[in-house]
């Protein structure tokens, strides 16, 4: 199952990311959206949407440093194991309590919010919040539990993601690591997959002209 997880999964979560986007895309790019709810109920959203915005863009930051970052080049410029990961906790901390924080006033606002979110609220949109909630809580929990510093993710998860990214998984590097952490990475996979199906296509659209185009105006009633 081990070999499976971290050898297989990894694999066929990128496959399906890649190939199910380019799908959805080419062949079915009317329904590619957000799906935005600002219509049915706005103010609610009004504090969730830019805390979960910058919770993601400052995880992703760190995420992006702590795993492709080999732990030999960080300590060549200077930083030693103990200094990066008070770092980590200085800048992962507040971005877990931004991103989990959004995210859960936006999943308030969705599951128990007014009659018109619920009535606008799909299968498929409940999978993907429960998969993001466990993704979120795992990482929060993981961080939290890690902050002693017994154990170095950067000797065991990153360079087995690097290894997976140049097509030779080394399982073996994950079988000391704590089962959040396992757990954390097994849905991150299962959001890959759900992510072409889903809302999150968005976040590929890089629609910069959102910044400088003209309101939509809506009728109150």
Known sequence: MKGFLYGVLPYIASTILVGGTIVRYAYFERNWTTKSSEFLSKRDSKWGNPLFHLGLLMAFGGHFVGVLVPKFVTEMGGTDEHTYHLMSLIGGIPAGILFLGGFWLLLKRRFAGSDRMKVNTSQLDRWLYLVLLITLASGMLGTLSNIPGAFDYRETISPWFRSVLMLHPDVSL????????????????????????TRLVHCLSLPFEYFWRRDIIYRRK
């Open 174 to 197: 994950m079988d000391e690591v704590p089962i959040v952490f396992q757990l954390h990475m097994v849905s991150w996979m299962l959001l890959a997959m759900l992510f072409p199906f």
